[in-house]
């Protein structure tokens, strides 16, 4: 099985900064594309940030300047770095992995249980 395993989650304050992580682990060949999505009170769930296994980037226009994204390939691990957070980044941060899980097999999505963000004034 496959297994995202996210941390960093909690209350910040507005103006604050805080770290996501997220670690790929089980049994897999190898993770290509790594996000992170979230999810507020009453929205739809949209994508924050993605990138590739090349280190290719792509933000949402509302955190592009605040919000870095980055990736260790030798953990299977992805971060974001997220600096002066707004109400608006109040939700549930869930981790994204596009995965294959053999040679032979096309990749997969996989998610992970989500992290809670809360921005405080």
């Known amino acids: 099985q496959v297994q995202l395993v996210e941390s960093g989650g909690g209350l910040v304050q507005a103006g604050g900064s805080l770290r996501l992580s997220c670690a790929a682990s089980g049994s897999f060949f190898r993770v290509n594309a790594m996000g992170w999505y979230r999810q507020a009170p009453g929205k739809q769930r949209e994508l924050v940030a993605a990138i590739t296994s090349g280190a290719s980037t792509n933000y949402a226009d509302s955190v592009k300047g605040r919000f870095t994204i980055s990736r260790d390939n030798a953990k299977n691990t992805v971060y974001l770095q997220m600096n002066s957070v707004k109400s608006e980044d109040t939700a549930v941060y869930y981790c994204?992995?596009?995965?294959?899980?053999?040679?032979?097999?096309?990749?997969?999505?996989?998610w992970g249980q989500g992290t809670q963000v809360t921005v405080s004034a």
């Open positions: 994204n992995a596009d995965i294959r899980r053999t040679l032979a097999q096309l990749t997969s999505q996989y």
